[in-house]
């Protein structure tokens, strides 16, 4: 996957496993904190970190989370985009019928987006546009094997409310609200069980 915002590139490594109703992406730690997985249950969004026995798995319950910002089930989304086929591309050996997808009213998180999929409606490339860039994502490999198990949390969860103003999307300061500045009780440089602390 290539992430691409303000002229600069980042490449990285991620699997994703997809049923119904589920959806988890792995992806390599960066400096030294181990991989971190998503997970987008029936049961809220996950995000775990940590190596080996030894991690975190934390639960956004935020009325806003943050999600693919491409709709996983377009049917129920459908009359906000428009749509076009956009051709086919080979990806892993594997033929995808690719489709244009635009936003009627863009957003900072998403304005459109080139998705492709094969026959069995496994998505194998993503072209996704928003306000502060781009990214692209191409499957290097496919496999057509997805266990329960495969959604399983692997540690205990600590939940943390996401505070929201009203009127400002999640994670959103109002104006006068220093940025940086924690709330009243929240110990300065304290962080949530879990996280490492970098140097």
């Known amino acids: 996957m290539t992430i691409s915002a303000s002229g600069q590139a980042i490449v990285t490594e991620m699997t994703t496993h997809v049923k119904p109703g589920k959806r988890r992406s792995d992806s390599a730690g960066m400096m030294g904190t181990g991989a971190t997985s998503t997970y987008n249950l029936d049961t809220g969004d996950y995000t775990c970190s940590g190596q080996g026995a030894t991690g975190t798995c934390t639960k956004l319950t935020a009325a806003e989370r943050t999600r693919n910002p491409v709709p996983e089930d377009l049917t129920k989304v459908a009359a906000d985009y428009e749509t076009s086929p956009a051709g086919q591309r080979q990806v892993t050996g594997q033929n995808a019928q690719c489709f244009m997808m635009k936003a009627k009213v863009p957003t900072a998180s998403f304005s ?11 998505q194998v490339y993503m072209q996704a546009k928003m306000a502060q860039g781009e ?17 399983q949390l692997p540690y205990s969860v600590v939940e943390v409310q996401i505070p929201t103003f009203p009127g400002f999307p999640a994670g959103q300061l109002p104006p006068g609200f220093p940025s940086g500045q924690l709330p009243p009780g929240i110990p300065s440089g304290q962080l949530p069980p879990g996280i490492p602390r970098q140097p």
Not at 112 to 122: L, Q
Not at 137 to 148: F, G, K, L
């Open 135 to 151: 990214f692209i994502q191409e499957a290097t490999s496919v496999s057509t094997t997805v266990s329960d198990a495969d959604f």
């Open 112 to 122: 459109e987006a080139t998705t492709c999929m094969t026959a069995s409606g496994i």
